[in-house]
């Protein structure tokens, strides 16, 4: 279990001068050194920085999310983007540790470049807790909430396995950033394939839509026999779609991810086969009261907490959960 460090303000002021100026001016890490404390009393009021990883639809849902519920919590919080760079994100996390936050939310960009963020944080005596992954060594971290990735790639393997009937089918990938969640989804898809499904094209699009529709249009070029495309993201998504509407190409059925409501109307419409719905507003939700229930010191708090997801289709479309506050 991550112990909450102690933080006096002597020590405060100097991890704070050190990195305003040392760190701007020389590169170099906060000090080493922190003592194990106790709960924070419940008295004092929190203040949480959040840094977030960029700015498509679900990381702003997510924001949106932890603020309505930091608000009714009465914890402040803080926000930063990173906007897909880890060197921005560690900057960011560098900033919270100047504004002395209680504790530091990452939607990371890259979980190797994230090791560095979580050991300035441990050196400045400040909890880090992730969400939607949580892929580190987690004696080093206050906790997580998790989109439970893997299971997403296994069910939507699962879905296109029994979907083709056991046929041999050509199935496309268009990827999200590599370097984090979209890495694992990836692989557990392709590992839930079995024999029959062969993925004969994978190319990232890097979670933006109109970079997804360019690679669509290549993809239809390079492998016209494609039955089935996995798409990391419903936003993607939309613009897999649109090349395939272009390209007069109606027999391809897309798998996505997310549970927006574009992607679950989407669905319902027969333009997507399937989504999983994940939502940033459980994530956020999750993330600011277990920050708060492990900071207190409150009882029966999960350290790593999976958020729940469903697999929907045109049959239970109608019942799939809100996905923004």
């Given at each position: 279990m991550f112990a909450i460090p102690s933080r006096s303000p002597v020590r405060n002021r100097a991890v704070a001068l050190s990195l305003a100026v040392g760190l701007a001016l020389t590169g170099c890490s906060v000090d080493e050194g922190s003592e194990a404390a106790g709960p924070v009393p419940s008295d004092k009021k929190l203040t949480v920085g959040f840094v977030n990883g960029n700015s498509i639809e679900f990381h702003t849902c997510l924001q949106r999310s932890m603020q309505a519920r930091a608000t009714k919590a009465g914890v402040t919080l803080l926000t930063a983007n990173s906007a897909m760079d880890p060197a921005k994100e560690l900057s960011n996390i560098d900033d919270m540790i100047v504004k002395d936050v209680d504790a530091i939310v990452v939607q990371t960009v890259n979980i190797d470049s994230l090791e560095g963020g979580i050991s300035r944080a441990n050196r400045a005596g400040i909890p880090i807790f992730l969400t939607s992954v949580a892929s580190v060594d987690q004696s080093k971290i206050l906790?997580?909430?998790?989109?439970?990735?893997?299971k997403v790639g296994r069910d939507l393997g699962a879905w296109l396995v029994e979907d083709s009937k056991g046929k041999s089918v050509e199935v496309g990938i268009v990827?999200?950033?590599?370097?984090?969640?979209?890495?694992?989804m990836n692989d557990a898809f392709k590992k839930?394939?079995?024999?029959?499904?062969?993925?004969?094209?994978?190319?990232?699009?890097?979670?933006?839509?109109?970079k997804a529709q360019d690679v669509a249009d290549n993809m239809?070029?390079?492998?016209?026999?494609?039955?089935?495309?996995?798409?990391?993201?419903?936003?993607?998504?939309?613009?897999?779609?649109?090349?395939?509407?272009?390209?007069?190409?109606?027999?391809?059925?897309?798998?996505?991810?997310?549970?927006?409501?574009?992607?679950v109307k989407a669905v319902s419409a027969g333009d997507f086969a399937v989504t999983v719905s994940n939502t940033p507003k459980s994530v956020g939700e999750m993330a600011i009261d277990n920050v708060v229930g492990l900071l207190r010191g409150a009882p029966g708090v999960q350290k790593?907490?999976?958020?729940?997801?469903?697999?929907?289709?045109?049959?239970?479309?109608?019942?799939?959960?809100?996905?923004?506050s």
């Open positions: 906790g997580a909430v998790v989109t439970d990735v893997q990827g999200g950033a590599p370097g984090a969640a979209a890495d694992l839930s394939l079995g024999d029959a499904a062969k993925v004969v094209f994978d190319q990232p699009a890097l979670w933006q839509r109109a239809l070029q390079a492998r016209p026999d494609i039955s089935y495309v996995f798409v990391h993201n419903e936003d993607m998504a939309f613009g897999v779609l649109a090349a395939f509407k272009a390209a007069g190409r109606d027999d391809i059925k897309i798998l996505t991810n997310g549970g927006s409501e574009a992607g790593i907490a999976t958020v729940p997801d469903t697999v929907v289709t045109s049959e239970n479309a109608s019942e799939a959960p809100p996905y923004c």
